[in-house]
């Protein structure tokens, strides 16, 4: 019995810390050289997705689960992505490629082994 109680309260210190750690992630974030189109000046020019970008505004393409921005000042284009997290006892669930981003990210179906119930972790 008392070997249950320890384990519980394992679980549950485990289950706070992915919880807070979850919390405090933040998304990854990647940076690109812009390129400056002739067409476009004052501009930034994505190669990738092959679109002119207002600055400090952001885009969300389609097909891609990330949030783009233009940064005329560092000449470069801020890719925010969703946050690499690993959920242990968690199973990843499909997600939409439809979905734009942050709607695109992972979530997680959990279930509490005491109670059985499953309940599901946004990233």
């Known amino acids: 019995m008392c070997s249950a109680r320890v384990y519980y309260a394992f679980f549950i210190a485990n289950f706070i810390f992915i919880l807070y750690n979850l919390s405090s992630t933040e998304a990854a974030i990647y940076t690109q050289r812009a390129i400056f189109h002739p067409e476009h000046p004052g501009k930034c020019f994505d190669i990738i997705t092959r679109r002119a970008m207002l600055p400090n505004k952001e885009y969300r393409p389609k097909g891609i689960c990330a949030v783009l921005s233009c ?17 242990p006892g968690c ?6 490629p439809k979905w734009s981003y942050p709607k695109c990210c992972p979530q997680f179906k959990c279930t509490d082994f005491k109670t059985g119930k499953d309940f599901i972790v946004t990233v």
């Open 71 to 87: 940064d005329l000042a560092t000449q470069s284009i801020n890719i925010e992505t969703c946050p690499y997290i690993e959920m």
């Open 91 to 96: 199973e990843e669930m499909p997600v939409d």
